[in-house]
């Protein structure tokens, strides 16, 4: 139900709302998608934070424990492993193993105030984080099961790390193209 003149009254207030001070109403950028892994969009906010959490956290896959890779390729191919993999429980960690990988990302700093400060300046409480760390073991896992154990090496043998790094490429190469990675330029 629309009352007549509404609109004359509504859209003035509403911009003075939103109008900054001096009475211009202006936008800001709050964040900006980057990439869109099929129906899921990735921010630059979130690129940022993965960046900050792969330096604390090496993940025991080769491929998504090196620096040196592209984050949002990783970042990508997380997303699109996370829902390839579903919630099958084989894939899912047990409390212990989630609670001493937590652990080990909490040791990574000087001290709890070093700590609460990271989660603080990247907006993420303890709950939070303890889902992003399991939906990432849930892709370790994912990546072990379809790549990891199909190969004949022993994790002690020289170049292994190269092997399945390479196995993975192979893998994963076909999944890329059939998600639909889009990547949006800055503008």
């Known amino acids: 139900m629309s009352l007549p003149g509404m609109e004359q009254v509504l859209i003035p207030l509403l911009l003075g709302f939103a109008a900054e001070p001096s009475g211009t109403p202006e936008a800001t950028l709050a964040d900006r998608v980057v990439a869109v892994v099929g129906e899921s969009i990735i921010t630059l906010s979130e690129l940022e934070f993965e960046k900050a959490l792969n330096a604390r956290d090496t993940s025991p896959i080769p491929p998504l424990a090196q620096t040196s890779g592209d984050p949002l390729q990783r970042l990508e191919d997380l997303r699109m492993l996370r829902a390839l993999a579903g919630d099958v429980p084989l894939y899912a960690p047990n409390r212990s193993q989630l609670d001493l990988r937590l652990d080990a990302f909490r040791a990574t700093f000087e001290g709890e105030r070093s700590y609460l400060e ?7 409480t ?5 889902v992003l760390m399991k939906n990432r073991m849930v892709v370790e896992s994912y990546i072990h099961r379809n790549v990891g154990l199909s190969l004949e090496w022993e994790t002690s043998s020289v170049g ?17 193209s059939e998600m639909g990675i ?3 330029p800055a503008r």
Not at 118 to 124: A, E, K
């Open 118 to 124: 990271f989660l603080n300046l990247w907006g993420v």
């Open 126 to 130: 303890e709950a939070e984080l303890r």
């Open 160 to 176: 292994w790390q190269e092997a399945y790094t390479h196995a993975y490429e192979s893998w994963i190469s076909p999944r890329r």
């Open 182 to 184: 889009r990547r949006i």
